[in-house]
């Protein structure tokens, strides 16, 4: 199963490889050099169709859990100051995805946006202290009532050129649910209340939708 965001680049990947098998067979007298050419275009195919696939996640829907919004590896518990919404100190857990990790978002937890603001900026390096705050991403607030606003915020890496956001102020979300999608390597930063039991280790490897990130 693949997602939705990425039909248009799949189908151009396939037409490509078409294309590359089509003419290195007709044009291409080195038999090396065409099944080089053949090679490398149905790897191309397979790199693509591996970065957009979108597995079934059964989330088990719990009020009183923070699942992982992303499929990746845990770089940050730490408290920090989170300056453009709450404007207090937060604990701030960040999950780094490498470009062979699954790139879609999904809520967290269940409840209502409060706030969604996309902001451009920079293509610094995912785990660049300051990319949190310079790079392209997207604001996003989820309220309920075991643990009141949850931000998470979708970070471009240098290799990210387009972040998807389906969060809409107002609406209510379903924990679990497909919430957006990071095209080609980023970083999803959660902030939650101090004080909020963490589920998860530095370095440890979360699944999204699956991965208990806190608890209460």
């Known amino acids: 199963m693949f997602h939705k965001e990425g039909t248009k680049t799949i189908l151009l990947g396939l037409i490509f490889t078409v294309a590359a098998l089509l003419l290195s067979d007709r044009f291409v007298e080195i038999f090396w050099v065409q099944k080089l050419i053949q090679i490398s275009a149905f790897l191309i195919l397979i790199i693509i169709l591996q970065f ?24 940050v518990i730490e408290e920090v100051y989170e300056g453009e919404y709450f404007k207090e100190k937060r604990l701030q857990v960040s999950i780094f995805m490498s470009p062979i990790n699954v790139h879609v978002t999904r809520y967290a937890i269940s409840g209502l946006v409060k706030f969604s603001k996309y902001h451009p900026g920079k293509f610094l390096v995912a785990w660049h202290p300051k990319a949190s705050e310079e790079n392209e991403r ?33 609406t209510q979300v379903v924990q679990g649910t497909d919430a957006g999608f990071i095209k080609f390597g980023s970083r999803v930063d959660i902030f939650l209340p101090i004080g909020t039991p963490i589920n998860v280790v530095l370095n440890q490897k979360a ?9 209460k």
């Open 52 to 75: 957009f696939r979108n597995p079934k996640r059964n989330a088990i829907q719990n009020e009183n859990h923070v699942l992982a919004p992303v499929d990746g590896k845990v770089v």
């Open 207 to 215: 699944i999204g939708g699956t991965t208990i990130i806190a608890s």
């Open 138 to 170: 997207t604001t996003i607030v989820v309220e309920n009532q075991t643990f009141g606003a949850i931000l998470y915020r979708q970070i471009a890496g240098a290799l990210a050129r387009r972040i998807v956001n389906y969060a809409v102020e107002g």
